[in-house]
C-alpha cells in the first residue's frame, strides 16, 4: 500500500512509521487513517517486532491537528475526527507489539496526543510539548489530555499540565513522566534505534502480556488485573519462547524467540 502522509520503513525486526507532513507534521483525516492502515499492515508481518512512531525533519514531531482545514468545520466532520483520533490512539495502546514514540522538536495537542501512549517515549534535548487547547478555547479530544493522562502521571500533573497550557522542555517532561528519558540531539537517532532493537529482541508474547495488564490496572480493577495476569501466566510460561529464554539463560546464549 502506497501512503501519501506517511512512511513506512523497515530495518531488520524494528519498523519505522515516520509522520511526513514537514515542516510540523500537521494531522489530517488521511493522516489518521494511514496510521492505522499502517499499524494493521505491521501487526500482521511477523517480521516486525518493534514499531517506532516518528516524524519527519527536525522542527516537529507533530503541531497537532490542521486548525485551517475547512473540511472539519462542520459538526459532523468534527465528530468524525474526533472518532478517528481515539480510534489511532487506542490502536496505540492496545498494540500488540511495542511501540516507540520518538519526539524531536515540537508536541502540540494533538501531536501528544499521538506520543504519549507510546509504551516508550524517546525526546531529543531539544524537543517542547504543549497541551494548551484552553487557550485555544478549546479542549483535548482523543481521550488523552481529559481520560488517560491523570492515569499516566497523576491529577496534579495532569491539571498543571492541561490548565496552565505552559510549554513543557524535554526535562521538565521527564520530571512529569511524560517521557522515559531524554537524548542529546547528535545522539538521538542511535538512541532511538538501540532502544527499538532491544525492544524487538523480546518475547513477543511477553510483551504483548505486559501491556494488557498494565492497561487492565486503570481500564478495570486490579482484581481484574490479577485474573488477566493468571491467564498470560498459563500462556506464556508454557510456551515454546518461555523454554527458549531459560535456555538460552543457562547456556549463556542469546535467545531466538518465535511469538509462541
Not at 487513517?33 to 514531531?61: H, N, P, W, Y
Not at 519462547?241 to 538460552?248: H, R, T, V, W, Y
Request: hydrophobic residues 45%.
Amino acid at each position: 500500500m502506497s501512503f501519501e502522509t506517511i512512511i513506512l520503513s523497515h530495518k531488520g525486526a524494528v519498523a519505522t512509521i515516520t509522520l511526513n507532513r514537514p515542516p510540523l507534521n500537521v494531522v489530517t483525516p488521511t493522516l489518521l487513517e494511514e496510521l492505522l492502515a499502517a499499524f494493521d499492515q505491521l501487526e500482521s508481518r511477523d517480521e516486525t517486532r518493534c514499531v517506532v512512531l516518528t516524524g519527519s525533519g527536525t522542527r516537529a514531531f507533530c503541531a497537532g491537528a490542521d486548525l485551517g482545514d475547512e473540511a472539519r468545520h462542520s459538526p459532523e466532520a468534527g465528530q468524525a475526527f474526533r472518532e478517528m483520533g481515539r480510534r489511532v490512539v487506542e490502536r496505540i495502546e492496545t498494540y500488540p507489539k511495542a511501540i516507540v514514540g520518538a519526539i524531536r522538536g515540537w508536541c502540540i495537542g494533538g501531536g501528544t496526543g499521538l506520543a504519549w501512549p507510546c509504551d516508550i517515549r524517546i525526546a531529543a534535548e531539544s524537543a517542547k510539548f504543549r497541551a494548551g487547547d484552553v487557550y485555544l478555547g478549546i479542549i483535548p479530544t482523543w481521550s488523552v489530555g481529559m481520560v488517560r493522562l491523570v492515569h499516566y502521571i497523576g491529577r496534579n500533573r495532569t491539571l498543571d499540565t492541561l490548565l496552565l497550557g505552559e510549554d513543557i522542555t524535554a526535562r521538565a517532561a521527564l520530571e512529569l513522566g511524560i517521557v522515559s528519558r531524554v537524548v542529546a540531539d547528535d545522539a538521538f537517532e542511535a538512541e532511538v534505534a538501540r532502544i527499538a532493537e532491544r525492544l524487538a529482541s523480546g518475547a513477543p508474547l511477553a510483551i504483548k502480556a505486559i501491556k494488557e495488564a498494565v492497561r487492565c490496572q486503570y481500564r478495570d480493577t486490579v482484581d481484574r488485573a490479577a485474573l488477566l495476569e493468571e491467564r498470560w501466566a498459563k500462556t506464556v510460561l508454557a510456551s515454546a519462547d518461555a523454554k527458549e529464554g531459560i535456555g538460552a539463560f543457562k547456556e549463556k546464549r542469546k535467545p531466538v524467540f518465535r511469538g509462541r
